[in-house]
């Protein structure tokens, strides 16, 4: 097999140059891929000079990934169009509310024969169903496209500690193509068939995130915690059995977008974070994404947004009360220490 292929990168966000950093290096030891790798940059002036030149000049994303050095071969691209003309493999990590549009502007400029992988968590309301991003993505471009989800917060993948993550791909051929571009010794990949399973852990285990920073917030205890976890846990299983169009199996959930995502999530990531501080500060969540972030977006929020309206448009808010609970304090002004209620009384089975 030659698999000679350019490779683009979307969007050099934390995530985005994390995993620019492994295919850098991954591509530059085989032969099987184009050695130069696109990656597009959202360009932002820093201390007077752009991004994009900044990392071309200094080999480092010094906003989102400051500290690590990319490979030489990765170049940062200020035109998503240019980024994207020619490559056959396309590899998007950017915030999910900016990938409709990205995808019109780009969608001229695909490669005949092109694949892609999403690594985005987040979801869309459709018009009478479930959107998930790698849809828009399929539907716009008309290109395959895989997905890659897993306990894998970019600091620690850029620091090459140990992780391991799932690639869902329907077409088995392009699952085994981006393990080969992904996989490292301390970036361990599962390939598995049910892509959509895959990708709504990913998207759902924000949600579930909140839930876990208001009980910081509120000085509950690891086994609360761990309660708020398992209940979370429960709730994506019924949502994707609900909402998934192929086969929803258990095992899935076992992989590292799963069960590992989701506690990796509940303890170390920016939702929980930003949830913590909900509590114990009076202000927004959007001031507090303003303010906590450094330019990251928060996902849990609007993600339980869009997964409320879904909920209430098939009229089954009540059999999800641990979503519900938490998009109604995100939202609709719900006291935050009522939060304990939809755990006291969460049904035994869903
Ligand atoms: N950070 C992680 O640990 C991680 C790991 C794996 C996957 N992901 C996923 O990757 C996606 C991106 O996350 P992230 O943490 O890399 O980025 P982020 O959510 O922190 O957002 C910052 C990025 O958004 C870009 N941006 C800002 N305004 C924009 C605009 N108007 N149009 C386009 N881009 C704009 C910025 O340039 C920056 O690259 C998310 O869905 C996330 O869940 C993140």
């Not at 979801?123 to 991003?133: A, M, P, R, T, V």
């Amino acid at each position: 097999m030659t698999l000679k292929r350019k490779n683009g990168i979307e969007n050099v966000s934390k995530g985005g140059s994390s995993i620019a950093k492994i295919v850098g290096s991954n591509v530059r030891s085989s032969n099987r891929f184009d050695p130069m790798v696109n990656m597009w940059v959202y360009e932002e002036m820093i201390d007077g000079k752009k991004l994009s030149e900044i990392i071309n000049t200094d080999h480092e994303n010094v906003k989102y990934l400051p500290g690590h050095k990319l490979p030489k071969n990765v170049v940062a691209v200020p035109d998503v169009t240019e980024a994207v003309t020619g490559a056959k493999l396309l590899v998007f990590v950017t915030p999910h509310q900016f990938i409709s549009s990205l995808c019109d502007q780009i969608k001229p400029h695909i490669a005949d024969g092109a694949i892609g992988i999403s690594l985005i968590k987040g979801i869309n309301e459709g018009q009478d169903q479930l959107q998930l991003i790698s849809d828009i993505i399929r539907k716009k471009l008309k290109i395959e496209v895989s997905v890659l989800m897993g306990a894998n917060i970019a600091s620690e993948v850029a620091d090459e500690k140990f992780c391991e993550t799932t690639i869902g791909s329907t077409n088995e051929a392009n699952g085994v193509i981006f393990k080969e571009l992904l996989q490292t010794p301390n970036f361990r990949i599962t390939v598995v068939q049910e892509s959509d399973t895959v990708e709504l852990c990913g998207a759902l285990k924000n949600i579930v995130a909140l839930g876990a920073g208001f009980c910081d917030g509120l000085g509950f205890g690891d086994n609360t915690k761990a309660a708020v976890i398992r209940l979370g846990l429960m709730e994506m299983v019924a949502f994707a059995k609900l909402f998934c169009k192929g086969q929803v199996s258990s095992d899935t959930f076992l992989e590292s977008c799963g069960v590992a995502d989701l506690i990796t999530t509940c303890y170390g990531g920016r939702n929980r974070k930003v949830a913590e501080a909900f509590v114990k500060t009076s202000k927004s969540i959007a001031e507090l994404e303003a303010e906590m972030l450094n330019g990251q977006k928060l996902q849990g929020p609007q993600t339980s947004a869009e997964i409320y309206k879904i909920l209430r448009k098939k009229k089954i808010v009540n059999k999800f009360p641990l979503f519900a609970s938490i998009y109604e304090i995100c939202f609709e002004g719900k006291e935050v220490k009522k939060f304990i209620t939809c755990l006291q009384n969460h049904p035994e089975h869903l």
